[in-house]
């Protein structure tokens, strides 16, 4: 550049010199100087108009070898091969993007913050009858009636996610998941009919396995107490006997309780199976009944409830919750220690139903796996107590189908709180 502005001063100067020289010669100095000038600034306007012209794409680029015109167009120029090969790389790279979102086995639908259409790669033809071209523009809530998709649009999270059936076709089940970003969305739609089938072929063949099992295994219990009744019996064969019946009992609880768990997974609690439920008084009078069994003599369990507070719910599956609970409670502290139901509100407004002991407690690693079916911190107290390792996994989807969860607290050594939260909607 430094080049370029010594030249056009030097230039300058040779026709400041040059006017000057004439001037001199001629004795019409203004004349000279005016000539001078009107020729550079003429041939100014001359090369201006020439780069004008070729940065409007009228002409090729200008052959213009010296002073700040030549800077000014090399520079252009390379600004442009630069541009050039910017704008080469960027469609190609979205090449490349488009590419790979077509390969998807998803189908993704891209969205402006009105819900309209933007993109959508091949597959979202196929799964959600959605064309990237011909429904360009088109509210995506429009194309897609499912309720589920209005819900999706509403809810808070940042990926919100639902399930839905293809609207192409019936028997294809979808998870639609919408990830927000700037000022769009991405929706995807993932296949999961295979997924399902197998679930549900798993589910019931364990709910099949469970019926037939369920039969035999009554005839088999009843006969064997019948067995046990017997006054003749032997010393030896009452307690092979005793031992025998213990187990057949615990395998009929395991089924009794897989048909729970495949009835809870299977169905939708519908608001007529509701009551409003007195959860102290129902409390009261099963752990009333409780304190006059066996198992729960002498023990001392402090109820703190909220009478005036009725849960909107299934009263038996609720009450299973708190026998589970309590149950637990039983099996894992010492006969001495007291056992503390709670129920009320917490800060947030939520509904609160707590279990709390002062048992043994379970330690940090196991309380995540907890309502996993069949894990037990000690399988083999477990069954000592007579437990089927499904109790707490029972309790998670009883409170899922309330719109509630599961929250535990433990200490080893020191007690667990086991603590149910339902939604503030479901109080009465
Ligand atoms: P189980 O029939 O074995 O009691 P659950 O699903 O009810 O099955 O409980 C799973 C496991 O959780 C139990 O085996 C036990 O190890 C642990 N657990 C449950 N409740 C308590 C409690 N109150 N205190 C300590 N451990 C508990």
């Avoid at 006969?223 to 307690?239: A, F, I, K, Q, V």
Wanted: charged share 25%.
């Amino acid at each position: 550049m430094q080049q370029a502005i010594s030249f056009e001063r030097s230039r300058l100067a040779s026709v400041a010199i040059g006017a000057t020289v004439l001037g001199a010669i001629s004795g019409h100095w203004a004349l000279c100087y005016a000539v001078s000038g009107i020729g550079l600034a003429g041939y100014n306007v001359w090369r201006g108009t020439q780069v004008a012209r070729w940065l409007s794409g009228l002409r090729s680029e200008p052959a213009v070898y010296e002073g700040l015109w030549s800077f000014l167009v090399s520079q252009i120029h390379r600004e442009r091969q630069q541009n050039r090969k910017t704008r080469k790389d960027f469609n190609q790279l979205l090449k490349r993007y488009r590419d790979s979102a077509e390969a998807l086995p998803d189908a993704a639908v891209l969205i402006d913050n009105q819900r309209q259409i933007q993109w959508a790669n091949r597959k979202a033809r196929e799964l959600l009858g959605i064309d990237g071209v011909l429904d360009r523009g088109q509210r995506v809530d429009n194309l897609l009636r499912d309720p589920g998709v209005q819900q999706l649009f509403e809810q808070d999270d940042p990926v919100r996610k639902t399930q839905i059936r293809s609207p192409q076709d019936e028997t294809v089940r979808l998870t639609l998941r919408l990830s927000r970003f700037g000022k769009g969305a991405l929706l995807v739609a993932h296949d999961i009919s295979t997924i399902l089938a197998a679930q549900e072929m798993r589910q019931s063949f364990v709910a099949n396995a469970s019926h037939e099992l369920r039969t035999p295994l009554t005839t088999v219990t009843g006969h064997l107490e019948l067995l046990l009744d017997n006054p003749d019996l032997d010393p030896e064969s009452e307690r092979s006997l005793r031992s025998v019946s213990r187990e057949s009992s615990r395998m009929l609880a395991i089924v009794e309780d897989l048909l729970t768990l495949t009835s809870l997974e299977n169905t939708q609690l519908q608001d007529k199976q509701c009551d409003d439920i007195d959860v102290a008084a129902e409390t009261a009078s099963l752990v009333d009944a409780l304190a006059r069994s066996p198992k729960a003599s002498n023990r001392r369990i402090t109820l703190a409830m909220d009478p005036a507070l009725k849960l909107r719910g299934r009263t038996t599956e609720i009450m299973s919750i708190v026998q589970n609970l309590l149950d637990n409670a039983l099996r894992h502290s010492d006969p001495d220690s007291e056992i503390t139901v709670t129920w009320g509100r917490n800060s947030l407004g939520e509904l609160t139903l707590s279990i709390q002991d002062n048992g043994e407690g379970i330690a940090p690693e196991h309380l995540h796996h907890l309502t996993e079916r069949f894990y037990r911190v000690d399988a083999g107290r477990s069954r000592e107590f007579g437990g089927t390792g499904l109790g707490l996994s029972i309790v998670k989807h009883t409170l899922n189908r309330h719109d509630g969860d599961l929250h535990i607290a433990s200490t080893v050594g020191q007690g667990s709180t086991f603590t149910a939260h339902f939604p503030a909607e479901r109080a009465r």
